[in-house]
């Protein structure tokens, strides 16, 4: 008999407190608006520094000559140079957590939202108990892992530093004379997923304390909210567009605002209102509402391939996936290297086979990432680190061109037709652009030796793969010279080579290879030159392995769109896989980055990708995580293990679609490809010869990206999440409809109770809720859609 646990799992409670006058909100009232904007996309909110923050015009205006004057809030203080085009801005002690910039044009006033750091310092203390020390330092999620930004100092008899964190919880380790150890002053310590532990640190209030907006009624030309808060300092704030309503949109309703739709919102196809919330301590969560010519979209078929937050993306590594025409087929030839370093012959004509054979439209896919197309080398070459192995440019991430397509993966003609394909079955096509760096064998590298960046250190040392010590000027390797973007010829180079791809094929963005490496200045420059050359929505997605500081600072309105969430990946990745890890720390990561990136952030979600370990190995047993990934895929036929990695990843792929961001899925992860590290984890595509897991795996992937596409709830809903040992519950909302994911992750069944009546909802996967309870078989998930 099969044991059952009944476990009760109920949202922590919220004051819901009646409008009263202590609820603010904008006096000034935006009369008219202009018929031609100044800023054509809704700009996303500012997060100040501590101390100054320069925030870039060009980010907003395409022409920032056009600003006659310029508002802050109460608590700021600022310069403009007006030459540079740049504000200088400093938040004051007594500036609100939410905070606003105004821009006035032509007698119109555009609205930025500023967001106050919510950093606090927090002091950390190493005893080292009598013994002799000359260094003590930090390392962890907090500073990229990188022990030279947090050094201690001695202060007495123990060491001491203070650092400044946002809310969340950061792993870390103590450096005491370059030896790595945890915390002896801090017992709470989570599994590396690397077979040891990290010590693990809080910071900041519980989010469960914030204040609360959601979407409650729709009505004719209006809509209400509903407010949950504790401090009665309570404000909110409201936008069409980058114009921000006052009084006379917006009144009292019971317990509710109602907020009235602006007439001029009828002229515009697609534009949005937006809706913020703060009291004196924290912001709170934000609401994001599509309009099609003035009214709240109701139906998602309204939703198109253009609505961002409606991209459901997959991963397709050009050379591994589909071999559409052989006569184009050309292995380098080399006798050290190996076949899985060498090209298999999968190209641009196979990817649109696939596109018209209706492979994508199955899966329910709208957005494509293809790997680099580019001009590669025709011949080997050798890696400076161990175990120094040979490889071809299979992968596109060498490149001697940066806008002639590779005639291995085909020519310009080809990747026009796919993407015309594409785009008539609404589907978008990002390519991969690398622009860090080029190919040795780049002609004009070899013309302009001038235009690379350091290789050789004052200190002997290679600038090879230093990624966090010389992040911007760092080499891949020694025959990939990365670029200096200080000098302008390379600047305008690159700015003018990316462009050419969307004006030449109206590809619809970018994924952008290392993008911490890059200066901010190309991506601002890039990002400018686009908005000038095209009035079409382009999605640019970057990859950053890093902080959330990090990786923010490359998020915003004249730069990336989002970036992959790296940090919630690898916590997913843990709980979903090891059987040993509980649902908490990936429920408190994903809490954090809707905290840190918004509400309704464009962040990529994954579920592996061609740089990493297949998740179906790792969580089959077939892999270790604790062993050397790479060299186990050149040593070892990696296989997946148990079959209960088919349960695992069909749950994690649950999970990207529930949650706020673009899922992104690895070519493969629908029928949970095994492998190792790269570049195993870079096997041939398989469409036939599929086993009934593998069939059924894939099936369920449909089904949810089905869910995700089909239900406004998954795109712009408010989302609460709870979780508790191997429970957890995502549940998103927009207005009266709730989609409510439920997993269990133990090796038993459980009962669940969600706080929720779904006994009236539609489950999605054949488990039938009684009440607010179900059963779930273990290793499952259940999705319920239903109204409030």
Known sequence: MRSRSLIKFLPKGLMILAICNCIHF????????????????????????????????TDFFIRPEQIDSVYFSKGIKYSWDKKSETIFVTAKEDLRPLAEMKLWSKGYAYSIVLKKSAKKAYEFTYDPKGKKVTSVQLAGEMNDWSPKKSPFHQVGNVWKASIDLNPG??????????????????????????????????????SADRPLVGTSKLGPGSFTISIKYINPAFSFVVYWQNFRLGRDYIKHVGDEMMITIPEEAKKMERSYIRVFCSDTFSVGNDILLPLQNGAIIRDPADITRSDKQGDVMYFVLVDRFCNGDPANDKKVVHPDIKPQANYYGGDLEGIR????????????????????????????????????????????????????????????????????????????????????HVHEDYPLIKK????????DLPDGRKNIRLWDEYRLTTWFDTFLPTLDFANKDVLKLEVDSSAFWIQHYGIDGFRHDA?????????????????????????????TYGSKELIGSYIGSG???????????????????????????????????????????????????????????????????????????????????????????AMLIAFINAIPGVPVIYYGDEIAM??????????????????????????TVAAL???????????YGETEVYAKGDIMIIQRSYFSEKVIFVFNKSKQPQTIETGSNIGSYTPQFGHKANGNTVELPPLSFEVFVGRK
């Open 26 to 57: 904008s006096a000034f009232s935006q009369a008219a608006f202009p018929e031609k904007q100044a800023i054509p996309n809704v700009v996303v909110p500012v997060t100040l520094n501590q101390d100054t923050t320069t925030i870039y015009l």
């Open 169 to 206: 919880t950061y792993q870390y380790q103590i450096v005491v004379d370059s030896q790595w150890i945890l915390d002896p002053a801090n017992s709470v310590k989570v599994d590396n997923n690397n077979g040891g532990f990290n010590s693990l640190f809080t910071s900041g209030t519980s």
């Open 353 to 436: 086979k696939k596109i018209d054979d209706g492979y994508f439209k199955s899966l329910h896919i709208n957005t494509l990432w293809i790997s680099p197309i580019v001009q590669n080398p025709e011949t080997a070459f050798r890696e400076f680190p161990e175990p120094h192995d040979w490889y071809s440019g299979y992968h596109g991430y060498w490149p001697i061109s940066l806008t002639q397509i590779d005639h291995r993966f085909g020519s310009e003609k080809v990747f026009k037709q796919m993407t015309d394909d594409a785009h008539k079955n609404n589907i978008n096509v990002l390519i991969d652009l690398v622009a860090n």
């Open 448 to 455: 302009h030796p001038e235009w690379r960046t350091q290789l």
């Open 515 to 543: 993008t911490k490496h890059i200066p901010t200045i190309f991506w601002r420059a890039l990002t400018l030159k686009l908005k000038q050359e095209t009035d079409r929505p382009l999605y640019q997605l970057g990859e």
């Open 559 to 649: 730069m990336m769109d989002g970036q992959f969430d790296f940090n919630l990946y690898f916590d997913a990745r843990a709980a979903f896989a090891k059987d040993d890890v509980t649902f908490d720390k990936v429920a408190a990561t994903l809490q954090q980055s809707i905290d840190f990136y918004g509400s309704h952030h464009l962040m990529g979600n994954i579920s592996g990708n061609h740089d990493l370990p297949r998740f179906a190995s790792l969580a089959g047993g077939g892999l270790s995580f604790s062993e050397d990934t790479r060299k186990a895929g050149w040593d070892r036929d990696v296989k997946m293990g148990s079959d209960s990695a088919y349960d695992k990843m």
């Open 674 to 699: 095994p492998g190792a590290g790269d570049p195993d984890n870079r096997r041939m595509m398989v469409f036939d010869g599929l086993n009934d897991k593998q069939k059924k795996l894939k099936e």
């Open 705 to 715: 990206f089905a869910l995700r596409t089909s239900h406004l709830s998954l795109m």
